[in-house]
C-alpha cells in the first residue's frame, strides 16, 4: 500500500476554487493511477475553497483548497501492484498549475 501526501503551492486560484474541475480532476488522477472509482463526494465552502474525495476500490484520492493562498493539500493512498498514485500526484500538479509541491511518501504494510 502507497500513501503519498501532497502540498500543491502556487496553484491557479480560479481552478481551486472551481467545484466541478476539482471533482473532475479527482475522476481523472483515479483513473491515471489505474484505480477503480467507487464514488465522489465534494462541498464548495463560502466564500472560497473546495474539499472533495475520491472513494477507490483501493482507497482514495482527496483534496482540499484554499485559493486564497494558492494552495491545496492532498493525499492518494492506494492498494494493489495495479495502480500507481505517483501518476496521480503529477496530474494533480499539472492541472492545477502547481509551481511548487511538498511530498511525502508512506508505504504502509498489510500487517
Keep these: 500500500m502507497r500513501h503519498i ?3 500543491l503551492k502556487d496553484c491557479n486560484r480560479e481552478l481551486l476554487d ?3 474541475f476539482i471533482r473532475d480532476t479527482l475522476y481523472v488522477a483515479s483513473r491515471k493511477c489505474n484505480a477503480q472509482l467507487l464514488a465522489m463526494n465534494s462541498h464548495k465552502f ?3 475553497g473546495v474539499t472533495a474525495i475520491a ?3 483501493e482507497s482514495h484520492i ?3 483548497t484554499w485559493p486564497e493562498k494558492g494552495m491545496a493539500v492532498c ?6 501492484d495495479h495502480t500507481d498514485p505517483q501518476v496521480g500526484v503529477e496530474y494533480m500538479k499539472m ?7 511538498v ?3 508512506f508505504v504502509r504494510p498489510l500487517e
Design 5 to 7: 501526501l501532497f502540498t
Design 18 to 20: 472551481d467545484e466541478e
Design 46 to 48: 463560502q466564500p472560497q
Design 55 to 57: 472513494m477507490l476500490s
Design 62 to 64: 482527496s483534496i482540499h
Design 75 to 80: 493525499d492518494i493512498f492506494t492498494c494493489g
Design 95 to 101: 492541472v492545477l498549475e502547481a509551481q511548487n509541491i
Design 103 to 105: 511530498s511525502n511518501e
